[in-house]
């Protein structure tokens, strides 16, 4: 098991070098992207660095979530999902489920998904995007794993189909959240969770955000990057290449703790309890990392 050493390298300026005041749980990170083939090792321990001390990656199809499952098998505080994300809905067939079915048993895994529906760009028709999904609902409800939901501007669907399931699933999270307040409101009346990316940092998207942000309670809401995708919009200092890595999360930590009024230490050590408790995490990452918390 590789045991990543706490230093930054030089790719990321150092200007963008900023460490978490607590311990962070990246609740959404694309690992086995492409784009992370060539220096993983470096990505990893540059997060370790910045404070992210565990990366649930997020298993978008088979393929990437046979993946997950092998880096998460050789990294510690790496976790993964498993699920078929809505722009592969397509795909779905009883030979896929049962593959998804196999990998939840595996201990990395530790959410049903990537799942859900996304009709803003309908790669997969919705009826095939709901089919997906209700399947796996059912995979959610057989093997006690909470659920990691994707949803864009898809709300009203998202919540009639998560109403009827509701009481059977233990637990949901709304990744990348970037809905209504209506959208909003629903899920925190369904008891969910809601995942928060960098998203809000940018200033022409986000911007409704970030009066919503104030309303989902302290213990509703986790972190994510969504990388390499999202790159958030505040950073200090160019970054070559664009590439989004959980390294940058304590910025997003900052930008979500400034329009809640609170502090980034609060606001971190807040979001890793909620995170670790969701996701039943096991090992001790963090846990004895405190020398900076007051
Ligand atoms: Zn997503």
């Not at 978008?60 to 976790?79: P, Q």
């Amino acid at each position: 098991m590789a045991e990543p050493t706490a230093t930054f390298d030089d790719y990321l300026p150092e200007a963008l070098q900023f460490r978490s005041p607590a311990p962070l749980v990246d609740i959404g990170a694309n690992l086995t992207h492409d784009s992370f083939a060539r220096d993983l090792d470096a990505v990893i321990q540059r997060a370790q660095a910045a404070h992210v001390t565990t990366m649930i990656l997020t298993g978008t199809d088979r393929e990437h979530a046979e993946r997950a499952v092998a880096l998460a098998r050789r990294y510690s505080g790496l976790y993964a999902t498993a699920g078929v994300h809505p722009h592969d809905a397509s795909q779905w067939s009883r030979g896929l489920e049962n593959a998804m079915r196999e990998l939840h048993r595996e201990p990395e895994v530790v959410a049903v998904g990537e799942c859900g529906l996304d009709f803003n760009r309908n790669f997969s028709s919705p009826a095939d995007q709901e089919r997906a999904f209700e399947a796996q609902l059912g995979l959610a409800v057989e093997s006690g794993l909470p659920l990691f939901i994707h949803e864009r501007d898809a709300g009203p669907r998202m919540l009639e189909m998560l109403r009827t399931w509701r009481d059977d699933i233990r637990q949901a999270v709304v990744h990348c959240f970037t809905g209504s307040r209506d959208t909003l409101y629903g899920y925190l009346d369904l008891d969910l969770h809601i995942g928060l990316t960098g998203w809000l940092c940018d200033e022409r998207r986000g911007h409704y955000l970030r009066e919503l942000v104030r309303d989902i309670p302290l213990t509703r809401l986790m972190v994510e990057t969504d990388c390499p995708y999202l790159l958030p919009r505040n950073l200090p200092a160019k970054l070559k290449g664009r590439r989004h890595e959980p390294a940058l999360l304590p910025w997003i930590v900052r930008e979500i703790a400034h329009w809640r009024d609170t502090e980034e230490q609060k606001l971190a050590a807040a979001t890793t309890a909620t995170a670790r408790a969701f996701f039943r995490l096991t090992d001790n990452a963090g846990l004895n990392d405190n020398e900076e918390v007051t």
